[in-house]
């Protein structure tokens, strides 16, 4: 045996521990070896070239004439309202003249009674009332005709009456005349209002 504080002789002494593979010693913080180059990238296809744009087509000509004297405004889309159909403002028109002459006329007929005739104003609505009801019945006909500006304004003249009603309608009716789509349909057939 051995006496303790001398060393072991070698053949007893315990294996040491592998010893790690030696790094290059580089400064901290420092890659000692360079850095891998990156994957070449798959060769791109060249761009493709642009199409050619599309070739401008000519000009669509008019299908409708603007009749002399009419402002440019109205006869912007005459060729696009120059169909057979009307617009649905024209009915739209028609149906309202319609059902605003019919309760005028009945409106007018109840001041009237009401009054004892001592209230005027109901002959404007009496009156307002028939002419609103010929103007939707002619504007319903095949070839509608025009809408009246004066039944509109007529109508509007009804809130005399207290008929709110009329004022309504007098006021679409005036607008829906006033649309561009339904002034240029009359302008295709010849018919200013």
């Known amino acids: 045996m051995t006496t303790p504080g001398t ?65 440019p405004v109205y006869g912007q889309t005459l060729a696009a309202s120059a169909q057979q159909t009307p617009p649905g403002m024209v009915q739209a028109t028609a149906i309202i003249f319609l059902v605003a002459g ?49 039944v509109s304004i007529l109508l509007i003249v009804c809130v005399l009456n207290c008929s709110l009603f009329a004022l309504t309608a007098g006021i679409l009716t005036l607008v829906f005349a006033n649309d561009a789509r339904v002034r240029d349909y009359y302008l295709a057939r010849g018919i200013t209002y």
């Not at 420092?30 to 087509?57: G, R």
């Open 7 to 71: 060393p072991p002789p070698d053949d007893q002494r315990p294996p040491l521990p592998p010893t790690p593979p030696e790094l290059p010693q580089s400064a901290p913080g420092v890659n000692a070896q360079p850095p891998a180059a990156p994957p070449p990238l798959p060769s791109q296809p060249p761009p493709l070239p642009l199409p050619p744009p599309p070739p401008v087509p000519p000009p669509i000509p008019p299908a409708v004439q603007v009749p002399q004297g009419v402002p």
């Open 102 to 150: 019919i309760i005028s006329v009945f409106w007018a007929a109840a001041w009237a009674i009401g009054s004892a005739c001592c209230w005027l104003p109901w002959i404007v609505e009496f009156v307002a009332g028939i002419a609103a009801i010929t103007t939707g019945a002619q504007m319903l006909a095949a070839p509608p005709g025009p809408p009246k500006k004066w």
